[in-house]
């Protein structure tokens, strides 16, 4: 049976998402429409499950083995920012499971439940890989570093007073809707929809270290081509360099400018 609760649009989408894998090789493209189908909805409803299986030629059944399998497709109804805090073992001993514990407090609800208004879903999470960064927690998948309780409370209640917080190393929010669009592989036209953030003190510390110790790659040569190989398994010819190496800056100066980029956006 056809489904009729997505648009022309929707099937138009993923039409141009099955053309991205080679021919009979379409059921790859199952994770990107699920991203797709919760665009529209907000989550994997029973008619999201549905239209991936029509458009894939699979079962239902295959379809919703691999949306309970993966924490990011919501299988109820999720709020337009999604604020999830980790509670595991290295941001539960510096604070995670008080921070969470509060906003349960604050929203007045608890894991995968949304506010009354419906804008809010709040939940806890696994190590969400910025260990450095903890305690964490991220708003549509965006971080919030080393946060505390209060700080926690003034990102919720400025997504509830519709003045979404910028993220500690990214440019902006975007709502859980514009979020999936982006992760089925679309691009957001507006300004700023996407962009890259600062990189914090814990992800330069290599780079400053090595600085600091005069630390370099023994052998090091930009101009040392990657193999690269094409479809069918040839070499390919690296591509040309857009200056010679004796116009290039050295690695360490390259370190200087993202340490410097770091000081000025602190």
Known sequence: MTTTVF???VY???RVILARYPEG????ALLPLLHLVQSEEGYVSPAGVAFCAEVLGINKAQVGAVA??????KRRPTGDWLVSVCTNTMCNVLGGQEVYDTLSETLGVGHDETTADGK???????CLAACDYGPVLTVNYDFFDNVTPDSAVEVVEALKAGNPPTPSRAPRLCTLKEMAVQLAGFSDPRE???GEGVAGAPTL????????????????????PIP??????????PPKTSAPASDRKPAGDNADAQTKNLKDAK
């Open 25 to 28: 090789r379409e059921r790859s």
């Open 192 to 194: 700023r929809a996407v």
């Open 120 to 126: 809010i879903t709040l939940e806890h999470a696994e």
């Open 205 to 224: 510390r290599g780079v400053t270290l090595a600085q600091e110790h005069g630390i370099s790659v023994p052998g090091f040569n930009l101009d040392t």
């Open 68 to 73: 309970t399998f993966y924490t990011m497709y």
């Open 228 to 237: 690269r190989k094409d479809a069918g398994g040839s070499p390919v010819a």
């Open 7 to 9: 648009t022309e649009t």
């Open 12 to 14: 138009e989408r993923a």
